[in-house]
C-alpha cells in the first residue's frame, strides 16, 4: 500500500499551517515537508530551500545545514551552480526555474543528469508552477519543465511531485497531484511513485543518515552491553 507525501508545503503564517496539515491528513497524505516546525498533525519532514548565489554560497550552506536537515532542496539561478549542486552528494533534490527568458532558461541537460545520477540527486517538480491562469505563461512553463523532466526521467533520476501549496487550497489529493503531471506527459503509475515511492525512499534513507549510528552507507555502529 502506497504512502503519499507532499514533500513542498509553503504555509504564510502559523494559521495557515495548522489548517494546511490538517487538511493534508485528511486528504491522505501520511507525511509532508515543510522548512518550519508544525503541530503535531501529521508526520512533518524538515526540508530547507537553498538560492545559493554562486558555488561557494552553496558549499557554505550545505556544510552549515547537512547534519540538521532530512531534504535539502537547491534552486538552480546559473549553469555554475547547478553543476555544483548535481555533483555534491550532500544535494537532495535539485530545481530548476521556469520563468527565465528564453535565452538564459536553465535546462537539465545530459551532462547534468548524469552527474546527478552519479551523486544521488533528484529532480523536483512543484506543481505549483503549472496553477496558473494565463494559458501563454502556462504553455511555456510546460515546455520548460517537460524538457527537464523528460532527461531526468530518462537518465533514471528520482523525480519528486510536489504541490509548493501556501494555503490548503493549494493542497491537492494524491491522486489528483499526480494527475496533474499527465500535463508534462507522465502517465499515471509513475507520477504516483513521484508522490509516494521516490520522496518517501529519500526521506527514509536520509533519517537513517541522521543517526548518531550513521557512519557510512552499509557501515553502522552497533551498542553491546
Not at 491522505?28 to 503535531?40: A, C, Q
Not at 524538515?46 to 558555488?55: A, E, F, G, K, T
Not at 506527459?185 to 504516483?192: N, R, S, T
Amino acid at each position: 500500500m502506497r504512502e503519499f507525501i507532499d514533500l513542498s508545503l509553503r504555509p504564510k503564517d502559523e494559521t495557515a499551517l495548522e489548517l494546511m496539515l490538517q487538511t493534508a491528513k485528511t486528504l491522505g497524505y501520511s507525511t509532508v515537508g515543510l522548512e518550519k516546525t508544525g503541530p503535531d498533525v501529521i508526520d512533518v519532514v524538515h526540508r530547507v530551500d537553498l538560492h545559493p548565489r554562486n558555488q561557494n554560497d552553496l558549499g557554505k550552506q550545505l556544510r552549515k545545514l547537512r547534519h540538521s536537515t532530512e531534504v535539502i532542496v537547491v534552486h538552480c539561478g546559473s549553469k555554475s551552480v547547478a553543476r555544483q549542486a548535481a555533483h555534491d552528494h550532500r544535494v537532495d533534490l535539485v530545481r530548476l526555474p521556469v520563468d527565465l527568458d528564453t535565452k538564459k532558461r536553465l535546462y537539465l541537460d545530459r551532462r547534468q543528469a548524469g552527474m546527478m545520477r552519479d551523486s544521488g540527486a533528484g529532480f523536483e517538480v512543484c506543481i505549483k508552477d503549472l496553477l496558473v491562469d494565463d494559458r501563454h505563461l502556462l504553455a511555456k512553463r510546460v515546455v520548460a519543465i517537460k524538457k527537464s523532466l523528460d532527461i531526468a526521467i530518462k537518465h533514471g533520476l528520482p523525480v519528486v511531485a510536489s504541490s509548493g501549496a501556501e494555503n490548503r487550497y493549494g493542497l491537492r489529493d494524491p491522486q489528483g497531484l499526480a494527475s496533474l503531471m499527465s500535463l508534462l506527459g507522465v502517465d499515471i503509475e509513475p507520477a504516483l511513485d513521484m508522490v509516494s515511492t521516490n520522496p518517501m525512499r529519500l526521506v527514509t534513507a536520509n533519517r537513517e543518515k541522521l543517526k548518531n549510528s550513521y557512519v557510512l552507507p552499509g557501515v553502522w555502529v552497533i551498542e553491546t552491553e
